[in-house]
Structure formats: structure tokens, C-alpha cells
């Protein structure tokens, strides 16, 4: 079993539509990281998040320690939030290694 | 801004030849990383270093080897280069938990 899961693997929505993107870990972690990969493009650091939620835009990030369960939200979705979104954690014992998720492939059509 | 630039987009290597992928950053990080992206498999660490002349191994370091010289730059080498090691080479380097990634090398090997 993997210990950073995401679901759903393949999203495909209109625009508009409130998307939502899960992720659960089965870790003690020090904090909770979304990036977004654009086709072909690098990865860039969306949040960090140890605890409740952070807001950037229209993406919203939430994270339930207890739960081991962290969502990623996007309000009003337009055709270019179209990417990889991929939620990785920071393990406690380690201060540099990300434990990286498969990543969830969205497509927002126009 | 953080800026971690790696020194090709794209290389194209023939079966056998010794590859050497670049990778500089100028914030002065102590932790760099270098990552393999492949489609359904994610990211996945070959190596990673805390300071100049320090490594460890990744998930993932057969066939490949590093070199860390200089605090801002970290080198990927493949010794001897295969077909399976045709993949998106992602360089990263951090302070603490969050990295910054560099725009990616697209290696393919004939």
C-alpha cells in the first residue's frame, strides 16, 4: 500500500465546476504539500499546510491530522487550472524527503 | 524567487554513452534532489544531498550516480546510458520542507 494516496487518479469537469481532490497518508508528517504540474511544465508549489486550511486564490487547501486526510479545492474551475495536481508529505523524521502521491490528471473543459 | 535551472529541456543519447544532467540553484539551499517522472508512477527520488560532498541514495539510484562539488549545483550522471532510463529528470532543491523545482530535462535514449 502506498503511503500518500489521491483520488481520483483522472478528473474531467466543465468549466465552472467545484473540484475537489483528495488526498490520505498513512504517516506522521510535519506538513502536507499540493503542487501543480502544467503539461509539459515544471512543478510549482501550490501550499504547505500542517494544520486547517489555506486559502490562494481560488484554491483552497484543507488538511484533518486526525483524519490523516488533506483536500484540494477549486472554486469556479477555468480550462487553464488543467494539470497534474500532486499531493506529497513531509515524513516527521525526515526534514528533507517528500513522500510523493501518484498525482490526479484534471481536465477542465471550456 | 527562487530560481533552480537545469541545463537542458531536451536531450536525445544513444545506448551506452555517459550522460551528465545539470542542475543550479541561487538561494543558497543545503538539500538537493533529483527525481524521475514516468507516466503512472509519479515522482520517485534517485538521489538526494544535504551539502557539498554528501549524498544518499534515493528510491531509485541504480544506474546513476551524483556529484555535488559546489553547494549550488548537483549533478546527475548516468554512467552508462540505457533505454529504461528514457524519463522526465526533475532537479529540486530546499531549505527545509519545501522544494523548488527546475524546469525538467526530457532525456530520451536510442
Known amino acids: 500500500k502506498n503511503e500518500v494516496e489521491q483520488s481520483p487518479q483522472n478528473l474531467t469537469a466543465q468549466e465552472g465546476e467545484f473540484i475537489t481532490i483528495n488526498c490520505s497518508y498513512s504517516?506522521?508528517?510535519?506538513?502536507l504539500h499540493w503542487l501543480q504540474q502544467h503539461p509539459g511544465g515544471g512543478i510549482v508549489s501550490l501550499f504547505m499546510l500542517s494544520s486547517g486550511k489555506k486559502k490562494h486564490g481560488r484554491l483552497i487547501a484543507t488538511i484533518n491530522i486526525q483524519e490523516k486526510h488533506s483536500s484540494l479545492h477549486i472554486t469556479a474551475s477555468h480550462p487553464r487550472d488543467s494539470a497534474v495536481y500532486i499531493c506529497?508529505?513531509?515524513?516527521?523524521?525526515?526534514?528533507?524527503?517528500?513522500?510523493w502521491g501518484a498525482g490526479t490528471k484534471l481536465i477542465i473543459k471550456p | 524567487d527562487v530560481k533552480v535551472t537545469q541545463s537542458s529541456r531536451y536531450l536525445v543519447k544513444r545506448t551506452g554513452e555517459k550522460v551528465f544532467l545539470e542542475c543550479v540553484q541561487d538561494?543558497?539551499?543545503?538539500?538537493m534532489f533529483w527525481y524521475r517522472q514516468d507516466p503512472g508512477l509519479g515522482l520517485r527520488l534517485i538521489y538526494f544531498?544535504?551539502?557539498?560532498?554528501?549524498?544518499e541514495k534515493g528510491d531509485i539510484p541504480e544506474g546513476y550516480s551524483v556529484s555535488r562539488e559546489k553547494k549550488e549545483r548537483f549533478s546527475l550522471i548516468l554512467e552508462s546510458a540505457s533505454t529504461n532510463q528514457t524519463s522526465m529528470y526533475l532537479c529540486?532543491?530546499?531549505?527545509?520542507?519545501?522544494?523548488?523545482f527546475g524546469p525538467g530535462t526530457r532525456l530520451t535514449v536510442t
Open positions: 506529497a508529505v513531509s515524513h516527521m523524521d525526515s526534514n528533507y524527503q517528500l513522500i
Open positions: 538561494m543558497d539551499h543545503e538539500n
Open positions: 544531498s544535504y551539502d557539498v560532498k554528501m549524498k
Open positions: 504517516v506522521g508528517i510535519s506538513a
Open positions: 529540486a532543491s530546499s531549505w527545509l520542507y519545501e522544494q523548488y
